[in-house]
């Protein structure tokens, strides 16, 4: 008998140190943090019971709905609208996202707590092509309880294709300029709406043109943050080892390319450039253009490069500028939560035990 007590004694303790272990499946009662549609338009994981110590929980809401087809576009944007109460830092909620087989699911993105209803940007870089894309909302909870909780009123996801958008010239350099080196340019940030953005940078030569445009080292940063996802995967310096970005001619001759005979400071090997002088006698007009970026929250942009501009012709120029998708981006997923038909829910955590401090979570 004295080995129960001292049992139950530590295994009191070690909950009301906040060490509660999950014993798996239980059922839902009102200590549990559950995903309700609290009402039209509000899906809510949040907790009846707010006298509950060491409330351990881990419980997902699935989709479960028709297959979101992203395929076909080469930028997709996560929109969802939120708001978050933690009790502590160890209640959050997270967001996981799986391609065709949904046994494998990534973490995306953690939810940081907001006293308003906040809107959250994310590109979906990893999960171009994806045909049927699986979304995780998942809460844990290893401190005092969920407080008001976590809520979502909205998801939309859009894509939109190379090629389109509206375009705006940000910086020109003409033939009297001959720039060679480190360029840093802020970018107002005015001119990233709602939408989702990409960068161009143009080479136009005319027909007598021996001159070329090289680049390497594109960074992009966002309110201190570098935010370009890179050929090789992640975001940072993009050094064009492994290739350019995609590319329009305009119809004309020539073309980006991955070489090293133009190359000066910081461009150590392999960089990006458009050479006429390999092509003597045809226009140029070569556009490549970066990945699809969203910053519609950023206060500060700016975009870092080295490069060797080398005009000869009077009709040679070099230009930097902005496509913002705009009215171009088309809709694939769009959920206001008018029912919970569509996902699907599975909770996780701790017994409940009536202790003489309170309701405990703990595992026996």
């Given at each position: 008998m004295k080995t129960i007590v001292v049992g139950v004694i530590l295994?009191?303790?070690?909950?009301?140190?906040?060490?509660?272990?999950?014993?798996?499946?239980?059922?839902?009662?009102?200590?549990?943090a559950q995903w309700n549609l609290f009402r039209q338009g509000e899906v809510r994981c949040d907790r009846v019971g707010q006298n509950c110590y060491g409330c351990n929980d881990d419980t997902t809401l699935y989709?479960?709905?028709?297959?979101i087809n992203l395929a076909g576009y080469d930028g997709v944007?996560?929109?969802i609208v939120y708001m978050q109460d933690a009790a502590d830092d160890g209640d959050y909620c997270q967001l996981w996202l799986a391609g065709e087989d949904h046994y494998y699911y990534n973490l995306v993105h953690t939810f940081e707590n907001s006293e308003d209803v906040c809107s959250l940007d994310l590109m979906l870089d990893g999960y171009y092509g994806v045909r049927d894309l699986g979304i995780k909302f998942e809460w844990v909870s290893d401190g005092s309880g969920v407080d008001r909780g976590f809520r979502v009123y909205s998801i939309?996801?859009?894509g939109v294709s190379w090629g389109e958008g509206d375009y705006t010239t940000i910086f020109t350099w003409d033939a009297s300029d001959d720039v060679t080196g480190h360029q840093s340019i802020g970018i107002d940030w005015m001119l990233f709406h709602a939408n989702m953005n990409c960068l161009s940078y143009k080479y136009t030569a005319d027909a007598d043109s021996q001159g070329w445009w090289a680049i390497d080292n594109v960074?992009?940063?966002?309110?201190g943050e570098s935010v370009l996802p890179l050929q090789g995967g992640g975001y940072g310096i993009?050094?064009?080892?492994?290739?350019?970005?995609?590319?329009?001619?305009?119809?004309?001759?020539?073309?980006?390319?991955?070489?090293?005979?133009?190359?000066?400071?910081?461009?150590?090997?392999?960089?990006?450039?458009?050479?006429?002088?390999?092509?003597?006698?045809?226009?140029?007009?070569?556009?490549?253009?970066?990945?699809?970026?969203?910053?519609?929250?950023?206060?500060?942009?700016g975009v870092d490069f080295d490069t060797w501009f080398h005009p000869v012709g009077a009709g040679e120029s070099a230009s930097l500028g902005l496509y913002g998708s705009g009215s171009y981006e088309r809709t694939m997923y769009l959920e206001f939560f008018d029912d919970f038909k569509d996902w699907h829910t599975f909770d996780y955590g701790s017994n409940v035990t009536e202790t003489s401090w309170g309701a405990i979570k703990a595992g026996f």
């Open positions: 295994a009191v303790s070690a909950c009301l140190a906040g060490n509660a272990v999950s014993i798996g499946p239980e059922t839902s009662s009102e200590y549990n989709y479960t709905g028709t297959a944007r996560m929109n939309a996801i859009t960074q992009l940063m966002a309110d993009e050094e064009f080892e492994n290739g350019g970005w995609y590319q329009d001619r305009h119809g004309l001759p020539g073309g980006w390319e991955t070489d090293s005979d133009h190359r000066t400071g910081d461009m150590y090997s392999l960089n990006w450039q458009c050479d006429s002088a390999a092509h003597s006698g045809w226009q140029y007009e070569a556009e490549t253009i970066t990945p699809w970026v969203a910053l519609s929250g950023a206060n500060e942009v």
